[in-house]
């Protein structure tokens, strides 16, 4: 039992300016520096020699009570495993410890984390990297543990955002090139993940500020291995011990820490910023929660196993022996594997005969039919019966590409019921995710009755110009986990899941991939399987497009190459200022070519200057010289804010280099902790001062003052280094923003003639170029700009009566205006009832008391046209609106028919429909022919839901805009959860309203009226079952209660 331990060893180190006696046993230090500060110890130091001695010896707690008394050696315990290892901290180290809480960038209290538990301490370090001190002190200690870890790197890369910071001071303080990774890749320019200098096979040390489980630097790891680059190592400024050190070694990275969290208590203990009770309490809880790597980084980390080819991707037959494998997606493996085939065609045809005789031809080379039963115009359940026995014949599939996508409890209903009943025949069907996961709640119970149908969960599209981010596969990934029991894959532009069980199927496969005029992009199906890792590959026009005489060979054609696939002037120039725009050159800051812009026009020059801010030499003399600037026009400033991301770095620079305090302005709003959009020490009425990599149009400047400015903040000025001299400047005059820059791009390009690095033609080309091509601010933030004046009522909001009069105000909209002043309500109620009596009755009885009605028409079982024309009447009788509640989110093609074909002909009856925007503009060019034929009929863009953990970001709302403009002949208005557009012609209507704001248990969320139109600036309120689950007695007076409520809400909008 007994072990031989080396004798002690005694020596004096200096520790907090003064020299203290350190005991070395067992390779483990001990100082006497607290003893020393507690004299009724300092007797007992021998003792306490002695005592550690024999622990270590015996490898025990029980010691013999002739060498110290117990209840010495309790005491002498509790000092050391309490208060030993705070003692020993470096001095900087120690400061920067009290900075944290000096700056409140640890926070004791209730915090909801990002990972959505309660924690009692809160560590946000961006307070002290946006402050100059800290973060020198920060960087510098980081640095020095980098080297003395003797951590091999050529660059640093630190995790967005916080670790930015201290990246750049090391950079630009200790000459090490940095690089940096982006959220999300760009999507215009040189599209890349990760910015900066590099090749494949440097080695790159990460540095973090936290390290709770280990996510973000995983995260981090597999961007830049992704990109060829080597990692080993990380060095994070405090370790939460919440085990992401353990959790990092798993995937070859070693985490080093200047501290770890419970050190930190103890000193802030010693310096009495807490007490012992409370750091007990935390400590305690930091014991009880450990933590894991987000389950979509790990799936993230073997999806590049995957494509690094570390690990095996399994042939279609050993997919469906794998265990817990869907029933479904077990037999489709199988078939697969059977039919030598992975093949899925689109039939988007409207008559059913035309249908069948299609399918006949095609099955015994498919695996699955996507269908569009809403398109069909004769449906009935002998077709359905016929496609079945079809179906089973020639061993295919029916997928029913219904793209649910509303709030949970309408989902189910148009699930399994309605005039399709489609729960009752197609074996798979697919959901968008952005309405939030009610709509798979919806979906459940109609899964739960056959476990051999599923549903694929929407993750990306093929449509153009579609919002749908790596926000929506990391939430089809989650969700997939979730509802296993139902989820048997994905419609996906690339792998969404490592885990082979699941199905990924891409659609716009087409051996031609020049694309369609409504949006619709190809991939081949080579690109689709070999490239973005599809198990399935879904062609429509590519084989029903083909001629009679062709369309065999084109069938077999497909299904060989996919299932192939799967198996194989200037001389005044300031001195310094020139060498940067040489060093942009060199470095590919500045680049001559052909390139796609942000704007979506060709460019003959495009600038990034990321290389440069990631190289220590230029990022200092660019942060010297813009501070020069700043100085030299006497820009009044308390504060600077860097518009992101490039402009970080920067203003991280003069930040620590000049000691000027510094904000960040985030690209969206946390949702957990401060839930904050600006980040930093500051308080209304601060003067700051924007600084800026490149001015183009000037819309990063103003959507930064935008922010500011909403902060209370005061922004007149702006300093950049370059001047592209596309009207930038002068654009932002027009907001009170003077832009002050170093240089202008034409004499920039004077520069680089000189220098021989450009000859004279290339630059009359470019400037010709430049000259042709002036830019404005960006509509969506003109926008911006114009709600701010609303809210900070510097703009009018008219009433209805002046809104009606509005030029060029849609036909359609002039009349609601119209209608809601005379009816004096701007009530809107939700009719979800499966029958049409039912909801003619309903109709009569609200129809006085409101302006629209709105219906789920696939919901109702007994549809008919006589149902339709009795509805119209009581609308032309009561003067209210129908709106069609369709949320239409496919593809342009497939939304055409929708909406003119089918049984149910909406283009023919319904007012008002809606559309979603997660498939791209392509639904509206497909909305377009049907509204063309009635000026009196419009479309409201879903913009934003009221449904709880809806994937709708602020992209959404920004589209929504976007695509009002330019479809404005028949967009009308938004349903959102605020005001999308300053165009007082919009109309803005809010669903989810109610009284009582509990909710309801499949995710919808409730606001007042009150809440809908004065704070939110809704025209219209979607009231639903605070209405129609009124009791018979109480209902007209609640239908009255909330008409009343929500008209004189709109008559006392401008009352706080």
Partial sequence: KRRSVAPPVYETRQLDKHFHTV????????????????????EQTAALVALLSLKLIHNSNEIDESVVAADDMYRISVAIDSHMSSAMIDPTLRQLIADCHHFEAIKFGDFVLKTGIHSPIYLDIRPMVSTPKPLKRLSELVYEKIISMNITHDLIC????SALSIASYISFQNDVIMITKRKENKDYGTKQSI????????????????????????????????????VTDAVVFIDRQQNGVNNMKEYGIDVHSLIDVKTALNVFEEEQRINGHQKSGIIEWIDA??????DDIVNEWKLLCLQNKTSKLLSYEERSQLPEVHPLSQKLFKLMAQKKSNLCVAVDLTASKEILDLVKRIGPSIVMLKLHIDIVKDFDHKFIEELTALAAEHEFFIFEDRKFADIGQTVGLQFTEGVHRISSWAHIVNAH??????VLEGLRQGFEKDSNRGCFLIASMSS?????????????????????????????QSRVSADQRFIHMTPGVHIDVSGDPLGQQYVTPEEAIKKRGADVVIVGRGITGASDREFDHTLQLYRKRAFEAQEMSSATIDPSLRQLIADCHHFEAIKFGDFVLKTGIHSPIYLDIRPMVNRPKPLKQLSELMYKKIISMNITHDLICGVPYSALSIASSICVQKFVNMITKRKENKDYGTKQLIEGQYKPGDHVVIVEDIISSGSSILETVIALRSAGLVVTDAVVFIDRQQNGVNNMKEYGIDVHSLIDVKTALDVLEEEKRINGHQKSGIIEWIDANPLRINDDIVNEWKLLCLQNKTSKLLSYEERSQLPETHPLSQQLFSLMARKKSNLCVAVDLTASKEILELAKRIGPSIVMLKLHIDIVEDFDHKFIEKLTALAAEHEFFIFEDRKFADIGQTVGLQFTKGVHRISSWAHIVNAHLVSGPGVLEGLRQGFEKDSNRGCLLVASMSSKDNLMNSAFPKAAYKWSQKYKHFVIGFICQSRVSADQRFIHMTPGVHIDVSGDPLG??????????????????????????ASDREFDHTLQLYQKRSFEAYLNRDSD
């Fill in 23 to 42: 005991v070395s046993i067992d390779g483990r230090r001990y100082s006497s520096a607290y003893l020393e500060k507690n004299k009724r110890y300092a």
């Fill in 158 to 161: 630190g995790v967005p955002y």
């Fill in 195 to 230: 910015e900066g200098q590099y090749k494949p096979g440097d080695r790159v040390v990460i540095v973090e500020d936290i390290i709770s489980s280990g996510s973000s630097i995983l995260e981090t790891v597999i961007a830049l291995r992704s990109a060829g680059l080597v």
């Fill in 289 to 294: 929660n450990p933590l894991g790597i987000n």
């Fill in 433 to 438: 995710l952005v309405s939030g996961p009610g």
């Fill in 464 to 492: 153009k110009d579609n919002p749908m981010n790596s926000t929506f596969s990391k939430t089809a990934y989650k969700w997939s986990q979730k509802y296993s029991d139902f989820v048997i894959g994905f419609i996906s």
């Fill in 1004 to 1029: 919808q969320q409730y606001v007042t009226p009150e809440e809908a139109i004065k704070k939110r600036g809704a025209d219209v309120v979607i009231v639903g079952r605070g209405i129609t689950g």
